[in-house]
């Protein structure tokens, strides 16, 4: 039946169907899960690239306008721009020159509601990825297991006159399916330890850009304290 499918099929699909008809049904399992994986990368891609992951430069600058007085110029620099680190910024310079602005506690723990909602964004979907990652092989070794035992009952039934080229057939293609699941596993498991790697850094950059915003980056420039810095206290505004 998979031989008159092939048949059908474009000839770059021949090695899919072959494979599936020598690994069997654990095989078109992992496969389908190789599909799925490969759809979920592609969209946490464009979700990446969209939301800016790993690109800080225009908020960095940003940030340092602001820390020199020139909020306006700060939020030109950053408004209307996608990424996650400058609609933080964005947001936060907004907030500062919004008339009568908000309390600084509030703000500080408002904004960081938001940072975490816009991590959990980019960890959305990385759990079926991961769990692709961990099932494929363990798949495979399943499969692999029950080829041995067809190939060893093979072997039983046969009695002394079993062929061992027979034999070697049938253990080589109950390990395919271990070596399918593998080859699913290891390159699905670089790729969600690339993103988490992105998302950690978005995280500290994220934690960094808020904390200095607020403190005025104190420690970095002790000699050019954050007057322009007002802390909003009961509706009365009072320089830092």
């Given at each position: 039946?998979?031989?008159?499918?092939?048949?059908?099929?474009?000839?770059?699909?021949?090695?899919?169907?072959?494979?599936?008809?020598?690994?069997?049904?654990?095989?078109?399992?992992?496969?389908?899960?190789?599909?799925?994986?490969?759809a979920l990368i592609f969209a946490k891609l464009i979700q990446f690239a969209l939301a800016g992951a790993g690109r800080f430069g225009r908020a960095r600058r940003a940030l340092g306008l602001h820390l020199d007085g020139d909020t306006a110029v700060a939020l030109a620099t950053v408004a209307g721009h996608r990424g996650i680190l400058n609609e933080v910024m964005a947001l936060l310079l907004k907030a500062q020159t919004r008339p009568g602005g908000a309390r600084a506690d509030l703000l500080r723990e408002?904004?960081?509601?938001?940072?975490?909602?816009?991590?959990?964004?980019?960890?959305?979907w990385l759990r079926p990825l991961d769990l692709i990652a961990q099932t494929a092989?363990?798949?495979?070794?399943?499969?692999?297991?029950?080829?041995m035992i067809d190939a060893f009952q093979a072997m039983q039934g046969a009695g002394a006159a079993v062929d061992p080229s027979v034999l070697a057939g049938g253990i080589w293609v109950a390990?395919?399916?271990?070596?399918?699941?593998?080859?699913?596993?290891?390159?699905?498991?670089?790729?969600?330890?690339?993103?988490?790697?992105?998302?950690?850094?978005?995280?500290?950059?994220?934690?960094?850009?808020?904390?200095?915003?607020?403190?005025?980056?104190a420690a970095e420039r002790p000699a050019v304290l954050p007057a322009h810095l007002d802390v909003i206290q009961g509706g009365t505004r009072h320089a830092v």
């Open positions: 039946m998979l031989s008159e499918l092939s048949n059908q099929l474009p000839e770059f699909l021949h090695p899919v169907v072959d494979l599936v008809d020598q690994g069997g049904s654990v095989v078109g399992i992992q496969l389908v899960m190789s599909v799925i994986a490969l408002d904004i960081e509601r938001i940072c975490l909602g816009r991590i959990a964004e980019l960890r959305a092989p363990l798949l495979g070794l399943y499969g692999t297991v029950l080829g390990l395919l399916t271990t070596a399918v699941g593998l080859a699913i596993s290891i390159p699905v498991s670089a790729v969600v330890s690339w993103f988490d790697g992105r998302i950690e850094r978005t995280q500290q950059e994220m934690e960094a850009v808020v904390t200095a915003f607020f403190t005025g980056a």
